[in-house]
């Protein structure tokens, strides 16, 4: 039987080394696996079905009956992970905390502890501020899409 951790191990170590990196899997009922990988200048879908062909590789269809799918972490998609925010500085996205606290601004920065947020107050004249939150106190962060 294919485990969860049998996969995200292959998955790693395939992706080691690259700019690509597994978000997150899932394996349900039925041995139906989903991955979803990112890349930190995205990802195409080449690399997915590169992916998939190497993980069919590595666990025969033949030995283990499975339903796979490699797609990208989309915009759709929650950023879980502090390598994900860098590629996006500069977009607006909400920030949801471990406290339950929600917080939506500009992502002005993203380092290895925290990202850097610009906020807006003020209704008529509108003044900025930056603050930063660390990536221990993200419950999730996603892209808040535009379409102006």
Do not use: W
């Not at 992706?15 to 139906?32: H, I, Q, R, T, Y």
């Not at 195409?44 to 190497?54: E, P, S």
């Amino acid at each position: 039987m294919i485990t969860k951790e049998h996969i995200t191990d292959f998955i790693n170590r395939h992706l080691e080394g690259s700019d690509k990196f597994l978000v997150e899997v899932k394996v349900s009922a039925g041995d139906k696996i989903s991955v979803f990988i990112d890349g930190e200048n995205g990802i195409t879908v080449d690399d997915c079905r590169m992916l998939t062909r190497a993980i069919e590789t590595a666990f025969n269809r033949d030995e283990e009956d499975y339903d796979l799918t490699v797609s990208s972490a989309g915009a759709d998609k929650p950023m879980k992970l502090p390598r994900q925010y860098p590629r996006h500085t500069g977009r607006t996205i909400e920030i949801k905390t471990v406290s339950g606290e929600t917080i939506t601004g500009k992502l002005k920065a993203a380092g290895p502890e925290a990202v850097a947020l610009t906020l807006q107050s003020g209704k008529k004249a509108k003044q900025e501020h930056v603050i930063e939150i660390p990536f221990n106190e993200i419950k999730e962060g996603k892209i808040l899409l535009s379409f102006k």
